[in-house]
């Protein structure tokens, strides 16, 4: 986990939370996608360094994504991913299974001249009773979180355009099979752990035309308050995960079928691997009510 | 349009109340409370390390007729209590739950924040914690099961040895408590007829400090905070005076000195002799053992402290150390062996969630305060259910406290005789980590099972519960897969028997338990 997956979350559905896309009003996509994730040096806390009994850490994923048009400024997204996470040495077992069930409402609240504003609320809450705490071969660190965005887009006739986005997350004090752990540098003894909140904000450059688009992308994940991997110890949901990341994405989608791909690599970080992910994703796109289907920007 | 409204406004307010959830944690309520029973004659009590209750000298105090005991209490009326700050009153509630449990505590929080094995370094070595250089990395001590097994049973020893003095001299000098003699005083924490010189708690603290400063010697600074919090709280909440703490400061120092003259030369300083691997892999080849236990990490870690079954142990001598030694456990090949190793493979193919739940519960690894510190903390809780005094409460965790360092002794002695290899060298996963040393017998198996017997002996109505625990912990190794069957099952018998060995000394310390 170490927040890699982080990123990963909502990408290459035909709109994320995070952009300035729209599905019309009664018009669905879905997608099916794939990812993978990796890395084999992470952060412990600014220490970057390689663990020889982990060897490369790698997250799969299988994830189902819809988005609806509401109307066609107000859109709902859903998603849900099944993950396995392996290490390629070392004797940790391997964990699998479905992670969070997640919701954003995204609402365009601004348009002029090709500049568009935006805000989008959304939550998170586990689908299964994974094991959190058991970094970093957890698939998810358990917590229901809530997440407010604010976007703000501009759209050059062009189809050149940029975005800018940040958000807030709260999350949930989570609940953990022990009733007595280490943080914070001490020792609490309850089954109950907080973790911390989280801000996350980024950079998107692109084109978008003609069922074409093609992004570039800088994002910035970080925590607020938490504590750090302390040293040749195992990460812990209470940790400070810090992440930069720079990365692609590129769709295309011509008619109701379309493809999608998405790459990122996590530059610098803290308390994360150091991750390069990748995904795929096949997208159907359809209308009900007998409406035209289509994005709107 | 106005539906979208509504559907934003509900979704704004629910996020609101997310994100304005409250963090807070509230993981201690404990409160002070008056002992079911104040053992007066605890100064009677065997203790391990002194002679008797007497060994070390108290100075009689002062009358409480004497002008410099009326100052102190002066000065406790008039100038102390009308400044006591919610800060004191913060300090005073906390070590109201009783000084041995909280200095226990403490050492269990110690524990933990020590108990991370060294990295490797770009020689692929893995440099020894230095006793001299504390907090360089590594962090001195590496705070495994067996050193805070054996840490805690000095602190416990200490104050036990300590507690039996005090109570001596509290009852040969019957100087009342402040606020006996001048009723106008209000103590801040229930007050009992308990005679108040010398202080109980200034003699935990400082028997408690002197013992830790040893074993965590990077942690001065904050257990001299500690040790001044926990001899103040008893000031500022009258329950003694002045001279009541510093008498009893001088005490447990005196005692804890004696005590760790056993540390000293219990043979800890050679527990991790990695010389003498060699020569132990090759006897126990001589005694049936085809595959030896190797580390299954990279770079290949030393064993955890081979030699910690040379130790001197409490409760036992070493001829009886070597007659309770598990017999040989089933050979790599054996359809046995077999058995046990393919029941961890279908747990592996078919952990359930339950599985998997109990082994994280018990497994009490890296940067957890260790198996022998998770039944301090449970044996600390039963002694505040019952309202034990002090002296029992010492007496209970210097029973369980010298039990758990016979059960790590004894078990690592068991551990490197037969030098057998963990399931990972037969291609088993671990979903809690795996322990770098020997498999045969368990570590958990040995200590939750002694523990739980004395335990049982200490608190006979919780006794079935304490061996259903020690039952669950067996079975959470082998649902980790990091045990076979045959490591719990032996490892637990081995257990009981060391524990009986404590129930025989709790027998005969004159508690009349």
Redesign the interface.
């Known amino acids: 986990m170490m927040g890699m997956l982080v990123g990963l979350q909502y990408s290459s559905l035909a709109q994320m939370p995070n952009d300035a896309i729209y599905m019309k009003k009664n018009t669905i996509c879905v997608m099916a996608a794939y990812g993978q994730s990796s890395w084999d040096e992470y952060w412990e806390n600014t220490l970057k360094r390689e663990n020889l009994n982990i060897g490369t850490n790698k997250t799969e994923m299988y994830m189902v994504m819809a988005a609806a048009g509401i109307t066609d400024k107000l859109n709902l997204l859903v998603g849900l991913p099944y993950i396995r996470i392996s290490n390629s040495a070392g004797n940790l077992l391997g964990q699998k299974g479905l992670q969070d069930f997640s919701a954003t409402l995204k609402y365009k609240f601004f348009a002029n001249n090709g500049i568009t504003l935006h805000g989008a609320l959304g939550g998170s809450t586990p689908m299964s009773n994974y094991i959190p705490d058991f970094l970093p071969m957890s698939i998810g660190l358990g917590s229901t979180t809530l997440t407010a965005r604010f976007i703000a887009n501009y759209k050059h006739s062009s189809g050149i355009y940029f975005t800018v986005h940040g958000g807030y997350t709260g999350r949930r004090n989570i609940k953990i099979d022990r009733d007595t752990y280490q943080a914070y540098e001490r020792v609490y003894n309850t089954n109950e752990v907080a973790i911390p909140n989280t801000v996350d904000g980024g950079i998107n450059l692109g084109y978008l035309k003609n069922g074409i688009q093609a992004t570039l992308f800088l994002e910035k994940f970080d925590c607020i308050g938490g504590d750090a991997i302390r040293r040749n110890d195992m990460p812990f949901p209470t940790n400070n995960m810090v992440s930069n990341n720079i990365g692609a994405f590129l769709k295309y989608q011509p008619s109701h079928f379309g493809i999608n791909g998405r790459i990122a690599y996590v530059t610098s970080g803290q308390n994360v691997g150091q991750s390069l992910s990748f995904m795929a994703g096949i997208l159907y796109q359809f209308s009900i009510k007998g409406q035209s289907a289509g994005v709107t920007n | 349009m106005k539906k979208?409204q509504s559907?934003?406004h509900f979704?704004?307010i629910?996020?609101l109340m997310?994100?304005?959830?409250n963090?807070?944690?509230?993981?201690?309520n404990l409160v002070a409370y008056v002992p079911a029973n104040l053992d007066d004659k605890a100064g009677t009590w065997k203790p391990y390390i002194l002679a008797n209750s007497n060994e070390i000298i108290v100075p009689e105090p002062k009358p409480v007729s004497d002008p410099t005991y009326l100052k102190e209490l002066d000065s406790i009326k008039n100038y102390l209590a009308p400044r006591v700050t919610p800060e004191n009153k913060a300090a005073i509630y906390y070590w109201g739950a009783g000084a041995v449990y909280r200095w226990n505590e403490i050492a269990?929080?110690l524990a933990?924040?020590y108990n991370?094995?060294?990295?490797?370094n770009a020689e692929g070595k893995y440099p020894a914690p230095d006793a001299a250089n504390p907090l360089a990395?590594?962090?001195f001590p590496f705070a495994n099961p067996p050193y805070t097994a054996r840490a805690l049973a000095y602190m416990c020893v200490a104050q036990y040895d300590a507690l039996i003095t005090t109570w001596n001299y509290k009852y040969k000098f019957n100087r009342k408590a402040p606020y006996k003699n001048d009723p106008t005083i209000q103590p801040l924490l229930p007050g009992t007829d308990l005679p108040s010189y010398p202080s109980e708690a200034a003699v935990v603290a400082a028997a408690s400090y002197t013992v830790l400063i040893a074993m965590f010697p990077g942690e001065v600074p904050y257990l001299d905070g500690k040790l001044a919090e926990c001899k103040n709280a008893s000031l500022w909440a009258a329950m003694n005076t002045p001279s009541d703490i510093s008498a009893g400061d001088a005490l447990g120092k005196a005692v804890a000195a004696k005590v760790m003259n056993r540390a000293k030369t219990d043979g800890m300083t050679a527990a991790n002799n990695q010389a003498l691997t060699a020569g132990m892999i090759e006897a126990a080849k001589g005694r049936g053992i085809i595959n030896p236990w190797i580390s299954?990490?990279?770079?290949l870690r030393p064993p955890m402290l081979p030699n910690y079954g040379a130790v001197l142990t409490w409760n036992f001598d070493k001829s009886a150390l070597n007659a309770m030694r598990p017999t040989i456990p089933y050979i790599v090949g054996s359809a046995q062996f077999e058995k046990d190793l393919n029941e961890l493979r279908y747990i592996?193919k078919n952990?359930t969630?339950e599985q998997?739940?109990i082994a994280?519960?018990w497994?009490d690894g890296?940067?957890?305060?260790t198996p022998p510190a998770?039944w301090h903390?449970i044996a600390a809780d039963a002694g505040v259910d019952s309202k034990f005094s002090e002296v029992r409460m010492a007496r209970t965790l210097a029973l369980l406290g010298t039990t758990e360092m016979d059960a790590g002794i004894a078990c690592w002695d068991t551990k490197f005789y037969y030098y057998t290899p963990r399931p990972?060298q037969f291609g088993?996963?671990?979903?809690?980590?795996?322990p770098n040393f020997p498999s045969y017998t368990s570590g958990h198996a040995t200590f939750s099972s002694a523990a739980a017997t004395v335990l049982g002996y200490l608190f006979p109505n919780q006794a079935t519960e304490f061996i259903r625990l020690a039952n669950e912990i067996n079975e959470s190794r082998i649902f980790g897969?990091i045990h076979y069957r045959i490591d719990c099952e032996m490892g637990f018998e081995h257990g009981i028997k060391i524990g009986n060995h404590a129930i025989l000394r709790g027998k005969a310390d004159g508690s009349g338990q």
């Open positions: 979208n559907i934003i979704a704004l629910a996020g997310i994100l304005s959830c963090k807070e944690i509230q993981d201690s269990r929080e933990a924040k991370l094995p060294p990295a490797s990395d590594p962090k299954q990490e990279t770079p592996q952990q969630r998997a739940r994280n519960f497994s890296v940067g957890t305060p998770h903390r990972q088993l996963k671990t979903s809690i980590g795996l897969l």
